[in-house]
């Protein structure tokens, strides 16, 4: 092969990746992201959610956050007021099962991974939440008419205890908000 045939395979394999990468987040993937900001208004991560295919895939990201275990959940309204944050409301559970992803009666929908931050303040997670019956073809759930918070907790989640796990106060909140 030439040189100019490898830099052309080169640069279609550049423009498919970029193409993809970009696909997982585009508003008609139903994308959204949020900033996450801790009750100073600093912002200590990110969340992005978008619709592949039967689940949302969700991933988190945190920097210069407390060390530890964290409960995280999503919060049936797209409000941020700080320090509580209380104006997110309770967990998104369009089922209305009972909270926990070890409780026989749960999960709420909004019940996620605990987070672990290293000692450095760094954390992530990754994980998938099966979409709703009877939400449209494309549609991310998360990007409803009040929209949805990212919260994370001062502690970790038990993963049984009705309504929050023991989660502790609400140290961190994002909105999700479509991908433009």
Do not use: K
């Amino acid at each position: 092969m030439t040189r100019f045939t490898l830099s052309l395979i080169a640069t279609a394999g550049l423009a498919l990746s970029a193409a993809a990468v970009a696909g997982e987040g585009a508003a008609g993937a139903g994308g959204a992201e949020a900033s996450l900001r801790n009750a100073q208004g600093q912002v200590v991560g990110e969340a992005r959610a978008y619709r592949a295919g039967g689940v949302v895939r969700v991933r988190l990201t945190v920097r210069g956050f407390v060390p530890g275990t964290h409960g995280v959940h999503l919060h049936e309204t797209g409000r941020c007021d700080a320090p509580a944050f209380a104006g997110a409301g309770p967990h998104w559970n369009p089922a209305g099962t009972a909270h926990g992803r070890l409780n026989p009666h749960g999960p709420h929908a909004g019940d996620l991974p605990n987070l672990q931050v290293q000692t450095n303040g760094a954390g992530r997670i990754e994980f998938d939440i099966p979409v709703p019956a009877g939400t449209a073809a494309d549609a991310n759930p998360l990007l409803d008419a009040d929209g949805t918070a990212v919260v994370i907790h001062a502690a970790a989640d038990d993963e049984r205890t009705d309504p929050a796990g023991n989660s502790g106060a609400r140290i961190a909140c994002g909105v999700l908000a479509p991908v433009r």
